[in-house]
């Protein structure tokens, strides 16, 4: 099974600050790989596919990036509603396997 | 509007089984994969099972193999997870979802909560 090593598993950051987050698998997975965006009480909802796609509607200060097996999801200007947690999701081979998430606090 | 909705939760004992069932309204469901996702109180996502848009390919997580099943009916547009064998750890909140991988905008229902306790 891939293995998904997501961090941190938290931070905290200020409106405006850039954020990066990293997810490392144990294997290549191409870019078969999504971030998803979740907040208290509600559904997850998807940001980036394919490793560094946008998701349409999704807005552009977000950006996800590859380099061999490190995956980065990064926020360039945080904004109020971007404190959430979020997920690193690989659909490479089974079993698919989601990181263990980022609670993203504000400072 | 795409819609998913669950539906099958609730309180059931160790070792007992439930079924989930998750309807769809708003786009063509038999061009879709559909996957189950589910979420512990308090922690993060997991994968649990996705489902071939013809219904003959499905794949598990290894905490479910062998005591879920995930199975669709296209002519009513809903698909379900059987639930056997349930264990404390299965307690969880389960979203069903379409479209999570790829280009097409993701879809989740709001989740039923199955919860394993004596």
């Known amino acids: 099974d891939i293995q998904m090593t997501q961090s941190p598993s938290a931070m905290s950051a200020s409106v405006g600050d850039r954020v990066t987050i990293t997810c490392r698998t144990s294997q290549g997975i191409s870019d078969y790989l999504a971030w998803f965006q979740q907040k208290p009480g509600k559904v997850p909802k998807r940001l980036i596919y394919g490793a560094s796609k946008l998701q349409s509607g999704v807005p552009s200060r977000f950006s996800g990036s590859a380099s061999g097996i490190e995956f980065t999801l990064t926020i360039s200007s945080l904004q109020p509603e971007d404190f959430a947690t979020y997920y690193c999701?690989?659909?490479?081979?089974?079993?698919?396997?989601f990181g263990q998430g980022t609670k993203l606090e504000i400072k | 509007e795409v819609q998913l909705v669950e539906s099958g939760g609730g309180l059931v004992q160790p070792g007992g089984s439930l079924r989930l069932s998750c309807g769809a309204t708003g786009h063509s469901f038999s061009n879709y994969w559909m996957t189950w996702v589910r979420q512990a109180p308090g922690k993060g996502l997991e994968w649990v099972a996705n489902i071939a848009p013809h219904g003959s390919e499905h794949y598990y997580a290894n905490s479910v193999k062998g005591r879920f099943t995930i199975s669709r009916d296209n002519a009513r547009s809903s698909v379900f997870l059987q639930m056997n064998s349930l264990r404390g750890e299965d307690t969880a909140l389960y979203f069903c979802?379409?479209?999570?991988?790829?280009?097409?905008?993701?879809?989740w229902g709001q989740g039923t909560l199955v919860t394993v306790s004596s």
């Open positions: 999701l690989q659909h490479y081979t089974y079993p698919y396997t």
């Open positions: 979802a379409r479209g999570i991988y790829g280009e097409s905008e993701d879809y």
